[in-house]
């Protein structure tokens, strides 16, 4: 086989393979578009899952989580069982905003919206506040 | 023989100090340099691994020589050919600042031998090779110069792959801060704003754009819209025209054709809606990357949510363009240089220095126009008279394709058209020019249908007197900055383009319209960036001038080829090389784009720049010995393109039958380099530059490092101090360390931990027996650090843990059981 013969191949070869490359690309390229549907489609069911969580917390009456914050701040205040911290919620004299977010937007409100009753939610979240001592 | 020892003793005087620790220790004042040796044990097993290496290779030539290349064994055996390793020795002053009594001044000195080492060893190392081969009667030279024998497409086709892969090459490797990054930042988003508009088929506009949070992933794109769009667009204008038309023949001195105002960046056009002041050229290169970025790639916003987070395939557009920028610059030096081998090596050269090297990852259109400049001086200097219509027709288009990149590229695309028009002959002038018009009318439009002005500059023009486009008054110290200034100039960021004044002298010998038409075009870029500003607003170095830098590199072939019989010439070209390319290393290794001018880690702060003068400002308005120094760089380059005229003019003599290097010649060009560094350096008496420099937390740690794994260190000095050890360095947090056992069946770790204090981390010596009859473990900490023991057999075992600090020595007793293996 003469070298332009053995360039000629090379270069059919080459062709041939830039086909197949092309095509397998484009077979990807309409992978990829379906995978970011899917993609999407998640998002917008973890979207609307957030927006039915907090739906969900709006529905919670004032007076009932009245009652979570006193009963959380009554945790922390307690000796021996609770945890014994004076002030309670608001240790020298400043709210300890990161508890009521964590007990309560993070233990209290989900169980209410799971359908455990008042007293339920609030003894798991006194559980939870008690774990963590 | 004697060869090989003098080869294996200098490896080994080299090996000595480039296994030890050469490291600056800087403050807000000065710096002191510190050298660490790597200790005795170390230096006696490098001895004894140097020499071995150099009997080895010295006896595998000959043998291999004996067997095929008998005539050349008694050659062989006198070990000539190992003579450039003999060299690496010299390499040994680099640690010269650490010296005692020497400092910073011996920086400059250091920068040579300490800091491009790895461009000599790769010299000395080829070097050696060839010598070798030559040996074996040339078998690897024959095999590459069997590429003669190929067909020239074939040839032409290897020197594209080969500089197209060299240089992609090169880019991704050298630039690890931002290959493919998303990080934008200048004028770049402004670029991606484009493709993102037009991706959204929103013609140009972007005041109405989408945000990619507002946006489905698979939202379909609305790229075909533009078409639409730019069809409704040519009709409207065209009423408008007429309509303005009349109103400016009914009062011609009170028409105002551009109507339109500009606000940090951004104008309102005349029929509303927000455009750029930039021009779109470089998003349509953009384009096709970045809809598959957007398209397929790209998962989560990015920048202010207007991007897709991953610009990987817009970053490998950019990175195509430079691969293609470096193929037609070997398209064009192969016709200059009518030597595909040489076209290829300058073509390399010339993409890999600065500044163009800088840009394979930035969205600027410095590249694309880069490769509009090759492509089109290629045409009208080598196929001009004698092109088809189609090709003049395609070149003509290109030309003006330079004024859709930006309005900065106006006068070279007119430079381009008259010399197009000058040199192209009846159907391909014609031709030329219906390339050449339509494109450059397609700018006119759309600034005409943003701004009302039908002036390809009309966008620009709109800005603010704050802004300035461009300006006379600094033009020519600008001007002169851009070739010396050390801080944004061409010269000392790419010593290799000193030669350019030179080597054009010398193309005017040989083609005098080549060489005119080479000053024009770049003249034509130089002026109006001189006009802006010297800076680029804080951007890589020479940024607006670099489109038209790597054509400049053809008057250095030419110079190189024309003199290349002589040794100083060639040992100069090659000097010139490794600083050029020894600086774009530098930048891009550094590179994040941050503030635009040169940074690097090196140990020794010096760098060619600092032998070059500040051109503008304070220093160039008080210092006198900064403006000697000008003068006589300027005075040196004077005098090489007077002598390269002078002996162009004569005879060329024959090509030297076998290239054999001139020590005297050779010598001459060291000390005019050394002469050069040192007085330069002295003259603005800046010795090193903290820009340069390793930074000093680093700097401290690596000494640390160094100093603690050596108790009593014999050979560890600094320039201040003859003698030190771990215990003379500060500061040294390390007062109460942590130690921590743990026993995994029959293996004990202990660990140390010496503490740290505002990110200075303690450290320390440490000294472990274990208890079972071993010797001690003796080892340094810097942080923390553990040693692993094994036991063989389980029993009580009590180890002693003896801590040294600075001032203390701490001794911990430990009992522990091995339990036997189950």
Redesign the interface.
């Known amino acids: 086989m003469t070298s332009e013969r053995r360039w000629a191949l090379a270069v059919r070869v080459l062709a041939l393979l830039s086909a197949v490359l092309v095509a397998i690309a484009g077979l990807e390229a309409r992978t990829i578009r379906r995978l970011r549907s899917d993609v999407q489609q998640l998002r917008d069911e973890r979207d609307q899952q957030a927006s039915g969580v907090i739906s969900a917390w709006t529905r919670e009456p004032a007076e009932e989580l009245g009652e979570a914050v006193r009963s959380l701040d009554r945790v922390f205040a307690e000796p021996g069982a609770g945890v014994g911290r004076p002030g309670g919620l608001c240790p020298d004299s400043h709210l300890d905003d990161q508890a009521i977010v964590r007990y309560i937007g993070g233990e209290f409100l989900p169980a209410r919206a799971a359908g455990r009753t008042l007293t339920q939610a609030i003894e798991r979240m006194n559980a939870a506040v008690k774990q963590k001592k | 023989m004697r060869w090989a020892l003098a080869a294996g003793i200098s490896i080994a005087i080299y090996c000595g100090a480039a296994f030890g620790t050469l490291v600056p220790l800087s403050d807000s004042d000065n710096v002191e340099y510190l050298f660490v040796w790597p200790g005795g044990a170390a230096v006696v097993a490098i001895v004894i691994v140097a020499l071995a290496a150099a009997v080895l290779a010295y006896a595998l030539v000959c043998l291999g020589v004996r067997r095929w290349a008998p005539a050349s064994l008694t050659e062989a055996r006198t070990g000539r050919w190992l003579a450039p390793v003999s060299l690496m020795g010299v390499l040994t002053f680099g640690i010269l600042p650490a010296v005692p009594g020497v400092g910073d001044r011996g920086a400059p000195l250091a920068y040579w031998l300490y800091d491009l080492r790895w461009w000599w060893i790769a010299i000395i190392a080829g070097w050696t090779l060839v010598r070798a081969d030559r040996l074996f009667g040339s078998p690897f030279a024959r095999r590459l110069s069997a590429v003669t024998t190929?067909?020239p497409v074939?040839r032409v086709l290897l020197g594209d792959a080969v500089v197209f892969a060299a240089l992609v090459a090169w880019a991704i490797a050298t630039t690890p801060m931002i290959r493919f990054s998303n990080r934008t930042v200048g004028d770049e988003p402004k670029y991606l704003r484009y493709c993102e508009v037009l991706y959204q088929g929103r013609g140009l506009d972007v005041s109405n754009k989408r945000l990619l949070t507002d946006e489905?992933?698979?939202a379909p794109p609305a790229v075909f819209r533009n078409v639409s769009l730019l069809t409704s667009t040519i009709g409207e204008e065209a009423r408008a025209l007429a309509i303005d038309l009349r109103a400016f023949a009914s009062s011609p001195s009170s028409f105002r054709w551009n109507r339109i105002g500009e606000h940090d960046g951004f104008v309102t056009g005349k029929r509303g809606g927000v455009y750029q002041l930039h021009q779109p050229g470089l998003s349509a290169v953009l384009f096709p990357g970045y809809f598959l970025d957007r398209?397929?790639?790209g998962?989560d916003p990015g920048y202010q949510n207007e991007f897709p987070a991953e610009l990987v395939m817009t970053n490998t557009m950019m990175l195509l363009v430079y691969g293609l920028c470096g193929v037609a610059l070997f398209r064009l030096l192969r016709h200059a240089l009518s030597s595909n081998r040489l076209a290829a090596l300058w073509a390399v050269i010339g993409m890999a220095t600065m500044p163009v090297t800088a840009f394979a990852f930035q969205f600027y259109p410095e590249l694309p126009a880069a490769l509009l400049v090759i492509v089109v001086s290629t045409y009208l200097l080598f196929h001009a008279t004698k092109s088809s219509a189609v090709a003049a027709c395609a070149a003509g288009a290109a030309a003006a394709s330079l004024v859709w990149l930006h309005p900065r590229f106006l006068i070279i695309a007119a430079v381009f058209f008259m010399t197009g028009i000058a040199w192209t002959r009846s159907t391909a002038r014609v031709a030329y020019a219906s390339g050449f018009i339509p494109v450059l009318i397609s700018v006119m439009l759309f600034d005409y249908r943003v701004t009302g002005s039908w002036l390809p500059s009309a966008l620009y023009d709109a800005q603010r007197s704050s802004e300035i486009t461009f300006s006379t008054s600094g033009l020519l110290m600008n001007l002169i900055g851009y070739g010396f200034d050390r801080k944004w100039g061409l010269f000392p960021h790419s010593p290799l383009l000193l030669a350019v004044l030179p080597g054009l002298l010398v193309l005017f010998r040989e083609r005098s319209r080549h060489a005119l038409f080479l000053t024009a075009v770049g003249l034509a870029l130089a002026i109006p960036a001189a006009g802006h500003s010297l800076s680029a607003a804080g951007t890589t170095p020479d940024r607006l001038v670099a489109a038209v830098v790597p054509i400049f590199i053809w008057p250095v072939a030419v110079l190189a080829r024309r003199f290349w019989s002589s040794t100083s010439i060639r040992a100069g070209t090659l000097l010139l090389v490794i600083l050029s390319l020894d600086a774009a290393l530098a930048y891009n290794f550094s590179n994040g784009k941050q503030f635009g001018s040169l940074h690097d880690a090196s140990l020794t702060g010096w760098k060619p720049n600092l032998a070059f003068p500040i051109i503008r400002g304070a220093v160039w308005d008080s210092s006198t010995s900064n403006f000697i120094l000008f003068i006589a760089v300027a005075a040196i380059v004077s005098a090489a393109a007077i002598v390269a005229w002078l002996r162009a003019g004569r005879a060329k003599a024959g090509e030297p039958s076998a290239i054999r290097a001139t020590p005297v010649a050779i010598g001459g060009v060291l000390l005019a380099a050394a002469v050069w560094t040192i007085v330069g350096t002295w003259l603005n008496r800046d010795w090193i530059n903290a820009d340069y420099l390793l930074g000093s937390r680093p700097a401290r740690h690596m000494a640390a490092a160094a100093l603690v794994e050596i108790d009593r260190c014999r050979v560890c000095f600094t320039s201040r101090h003859r003698q030190v050890d771990w215990t003379w360095l500060e500061p040294n947090p390390a007062r109460d360390p942590a130690i921590d056992l743990d026993i995994d069946g029959h293996d004990v770790r202990v660990r140390a931990d010496f503490g740290s204090k505002g990110g200075v981390e303690g450290f320390g010596r440490m000294a472990i027996a274990f208890g079972d009859g071993t010797a001690p473990v003796r080892t340094g900490v810097v942080g923390s650090g553990e040693v692993v023991h094994h036991y063989r057999q389980p029993g009580h075992f009590e180890i002693g843990i003896t801590l040294y600090l600075r001032d203390d020595v701490r001794v911990e007793r430990r009992t522990i059981e091995i339990a036997p293996h189950d």
Do not use: K, Q
Request: hydrophobic share 50%; aromatic share 30%; proline share 10%.
């Open positions: 190929w067909s074939t489905p992933l698979d398209y397929l790639f998962i």
